[in-house]
């Protein structure tokens, strides 16, 4: 008898994710392995995954299926947990995970504890300490690359996010497959649905823990997990994840092709001296000056977390509705203005 059918298709997608970064591995070494030293008989060494697991019964799954895959594939598979330090025993619970993740078989296996800041509110603040300690240990261990459990519903959730911020199609575009420094983070569960690694876990008698974050209605994505989603289902059908997984990955490509027209645009409409020529840029597609403006605000030193679309759309207006107005400020004490049909944009 074949495996439980989630457990199978847990498998799968963690697969296809292993042979691509084989693929990238491969790649990599050919352009680095013009050392002297190397013989052409010799083999480049495994490349090492880690995965990133809360001990939740996503990122369980996707260890479990790490565990599984990697050793067919001459792959080394380890893995982390991050200790947040945010609840009473989470070091216990953190250490708990290191033992499971042993068990599967992982090496290496660790948990890094982090502080968590303030900066953003409490959930970007817990995710920017939580990549840094993942980016730290990728770099300690030489991992190639580094898992991450998001799920089809996880990526639903960040697109309604998106949505409801109101800036633009980048934003619904959700998660990439693949991001990161060098393409370090890969997502193997994109497609997948949360009940299916729910379900492979159970099937393999793995036991999961549910953060209580996750249902803290304090929490925005909780609310949305919890309130938003189910609501929508209600109204509009249970179609309603897979298609905004569906629309986060055709954003993500017409972003992808609007960020590389402004980019190659933006040489066109600067004068001599390096300015933004007000008449050019008034001549272009909204979505490709706009672009434009944004790439140029945070050149300036504008922050690009903090730079908003209606600064862009003020900034814009320069162009598109002048009437002598004064200089426009924007984050990072970058300042916009027009001046004898050029657009300065400079840190005031
Ligand atoms: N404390 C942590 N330590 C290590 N990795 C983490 C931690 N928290 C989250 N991650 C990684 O980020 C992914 C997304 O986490 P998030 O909490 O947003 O989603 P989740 O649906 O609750 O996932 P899970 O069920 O795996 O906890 C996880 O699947 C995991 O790969």
Not at 144 to 159: I, K, N
Not at 231 to 236: F, M, V
């Amino acid at each position: 008898m074949g495996p439980h059918p989630a457990v199978a298709a847990i498998r799968l997608a963690v697969r296809r994710v292993l042979h691509d970064i084989l693929d990238d591995h491969l790649t990599d070494d050919t352009e680095t392995s013009a050392t002297p030293a190397q013989t052409p008989h010799e083999r480049p060494p495994s490349p090492l995954v880690l995965v990133a697991c809360s001990g939740g019964a996503d990122s369980m799954a996707l260890a479990s299926a790490l565990a599984f895959e990697a050793p067919k594939l001459g792959i080394r598979a380890g893995g982390i947990t991050v200790d947040h330090g945010l609840q009473p025993g989470s070091d216990l619970r953190a250490e708990e995970v290191v033992l499971r993740l042993r068990e599967l078989g992982l090496d290496p296996v660790e948990s890094a504890a982090v502080t968590v800041g303030r900066e953003g509110g409490p959930e970007a603040a817990a995710r920017d300490a939580r990549y840094a300690a993942l980016d730290d240990a990728a770099e300690r261990h030489g991992a190639f690359a580094v898992l991450l459990g998001h799920t089809r519903d996880d990526q639903a959730e960040t697109v309604l996010l998106g949505l409801a911020r109101g800036s633009g199609i980048r934003s619904l575009s959700g998660m990439a497959a693949v991001s990161g420094a060098d393409g370090r983070y890969r997502r193997p569960f994109l497609q997948l649905d949360r009940q299916t690694a729910r379900k492979a876990c159970m099937a393999q008698s793995l036991p999961v823990w549910d953060d209580p974050h996750n249902t803290d209605p304090a929490y925005t994505r909780s609310r949305l997990r919890h309130e938003g989603l189910p609501a929508l289902e209600k109204a509009l059908g249970k179609g309603v994840v897979e298609a905004l997984a569906r629309t986060a990955q055709l954003s993500r490509d017409d972003a992808d092709a609007l960020d590389s027209w402004a980019g190659q645009a933006e040489a066109s409409v600067r004068d001599a001296t390096g300015l933004l020529e007000c008449a050019k840029l008034h001549a272009l597609p909204p979505a490709v000056r706009r672009r434009i403006l944004r790439r140029a605000a945070i050149e300036a030193g504008a922050p690009a977390g903090s730079l908003f679309a209606r600064h862009i759309e003020e900034v814009d207006r320069l162009i598109t509705g002048w009437r002598g107005q004064g200089a426009i400020n924007l984050p990072g004490r970058v300042v916009a203005q027009r001046q004898g049909g050029r657009l300065v944009i400079r840190q005031g």
